[in-house]
């Protein structure tokens, strides 16, 4: 067994043209499907995802739960998914980015048609820890395909547009949710949410179809098929690597422990202690998805206009400021939302470069495995904090059991940025 040096053989690509949209111009037909498979994948993840945040007051007014025990289904979720991430990293790894992309978009839209069907919370809570499986390892082997499949020198811009994506799917849920629970009884409502959430299963005939495995990563496999020399599970902590496995987890965790405290709880925040209907709170959630979907667009350009660890040291400082504005000072609502805009544009932008920044930092032959437990890794841990914030707010207000995560998790996002390298640029090898 080998263990690669993040180190060896580092080339970086000139980044001549930072407009936004230039990596598009330059797309050929191969990296559009690409392109559109994986934004649309990660547009239906995050429906799928926050289905179950705006359908959490209604499960808790039908079956009794308390507010620790709705945010644990939301915990064992994210930490499901961090074991499926991990695991379908190093899938990908072995049998393909395209065909793990596949499995699992199948697999986590089949348990969302379970969710629906389900008798009691208890059902519930497992439904989700198995979609949770799916949910994550779509996102490890969707993120490498992406970073493999475009050049250096657009990366950070393709792959945080793609991350848009998840805005779109976020509005789509909410959308949904506005339409459901009109027309519909709220005890009939949420289960046709979690219908909606099996619509992924459709992308799979268009990936099947139209996306094929980057050239980098095939080379990558047919060398270690030659060679006997399969990276193993565990390599990712060992070596020089090792280092950048633990600062890259901390960094994940921060960054989605954040946006986990903020975004899980915002809807019961608003109609619980705002005193808003569930469609009352619909235009508050629309300011604060398109602040989302600006922030990630925004954030796709920046990564390449001045680095990824400036993206994430900027925005983590702003996200800290705006979560302690939204909670903590007396707003009126009419002020809550247009906050909500800022409140979107900071907790959800510096994802736009953590596809890219986790890409770059790995060797090809472990960068299924290492990206997929990096970021999962801040799943997982990151998953505990809808179930921090629930209970704590048991004893305090939800505001501000929301804003101590929240800071916090930030606080623990800028200091892993900070010891992490920029990788802006950087060429990838088939090593």
């Known amino acids: 067994m080998t263990t690669a040096d993040p180190n060896q053989r580092i080339?970086?690509?000139?980044?001549?043209?930072?407009?936004?949209?230039?990596?598009?111009?330059?797309?050929?037909?191969?990296?559009?499907?690409?392109?559109?498979?994986?934004?649309?994948?990660?547009?239906?993840?995050?429906?799928?995802?926050?289905?179950?945040?705006?359908?959490?007051?209604?499960?808790?007014?039908?079956?009794k739960v308390d507010a620790a025990s709705a945010g644990l289904a939301g915990t064992v979720t994210l930490l499901a998914s961090a074991i499926g991430g991990w695991l379908g990293g190093y899938l990908s790894d072995h049998i393909g980015r395209v065909r793990t992309l596949q499995i699992t978009i199948i697999w986590f839209s089949f348990f969302s048609l379970v969710c629906a069907v389900v008798q009691n919370f208890d059902q519930l809570l497992i439904a989700r820890a198995v979609l949770g499986l799916g949910f994550g390892g779509e996102w490890a082997a969707g993120a490498v395909l992406m970073g493999e499949a475009i050049r250096p020198q657009y990366r950070g811009r393709a792959v945080g547009s793609v991350q848009s994506g998840w805005a779109v799917g976020w509005g789509l849920a909410v959308l949904?949710?506005?339409?459901?629970?009109?027309?519909?009884?709220?005890?009939?409502?949420?289960?046709?949410?979690?219908?909606?959430?099996?619509?992924?299963?459709?992308?799979?005939?268009?990936?099947?179809?139209?996306?094929?495995?980057?050239?980098?990563?095939?080379e990558a496999r047919a060398r270690q098929a030659a060679s006997g020399d399969r990276p193993a599970l565990w390599e990712i902590f060992s070596g020089p690597i090792l280092k950048t496995t633990v600062l890259a987890s901390l960094m994940a965790t921060g960054c989605q422990g954040g946006y986990y405290a903020v975004t899980f709880w915002v809807p019961q925040f608003l109609t619980k202690e705002r005193h808003l209907s569930i469609v009352g709170s619909t235009g508050y959630l629309s300011t604060l998805i398109i602040g989302s979907f600006i922030g990630y667009l925004t954030g796709a350009w920046l990564a390449d206009r001045i680095g990824r660890r400036n993206l994430f040291l900027i925005f983590s400082i702003g996200a800290m400021a705006v979560v302690l504005f939204y909670t903590q000072l007396p707003l009126?609502?009419?002020?809550?939302?247009?906050?909500?805009?800022?409140?979107?544009?900071?907790?959800?932008?510096?994802?736009?470069?953590?596809?890219?920044?986790?890409?770059?930092?790995?060797?090809?032959?472990?960068?299924?495995?290492?990206?997929?437990?990096?970021?999962?890794?801040?799943?997982?841990?990151?998953?505990?904090?809808?179930?921090?914030?629930?209970?704590?707010?048991?004893?305090?207000?939800?505001?501000?059991?929301?804003?101590?995560?929240?800071?916090?998790?930030?606080?623990?996002?800028?200091?892993?940025?900070?010891?992490?390298?920029?990788?802006?640029?950087?060429?990838?090898?088939?090593?």
């Open 332 to 431: 009126t609502n009419e002020i809550l939302w247009v906050l909500g805009f800022p409140l979107g544009f900071f907790a959800s932008g510096y994802f736009s470069g953590i596809g890219a920044f986790l890409t770059e930092l790995y060797p090809t032959r472990l960068r299924g495995s290492g990206q997929g437990f990096c970021y999962n890794f801040g799943r997982g841990i990151g998953a505990l904090f809808p179930f921090l914030v629930g209970a704590l707010s048991a004893t305090t207000s939800l505001a501000n059991a929301i804003a101590i995560f929240a800071v916090v998790a930030y606080a623990v996002f800028f200091i892993a940025a900070f010891a992490l390298p920029e990788t802006r640029g950087r060429v990838l090898h088939a090593d």
């Open 176 to 218: 949904s949710q506005a339409i459901l629970f009109s027309i519909l009884p709220a005890e009939t409502a949420w289960r046709w949410m979690f219908v909606i959430g099996a619509l992924p299963a459709l992308l799979v005939f268009y990936i099947r179809r139209s996306v094929t495995e980057p050239e980098i990563a095939a």
């Open 11 to 63: 080339e970086r690509a000139e980044i001549e043209d930072t407009s936004l949209l230039a990596f598009y111009r330059d797309m050929n037909t191969p990296e559009r499907r690409t392109f559109w498979a994986c934004a649309a994948g990660w547009a239906l993840d995050g429906m799928d995802f926050m289905i179950y945040p705006l359908v959490i007051g209604t499960i808790i007014a039908l079956w």
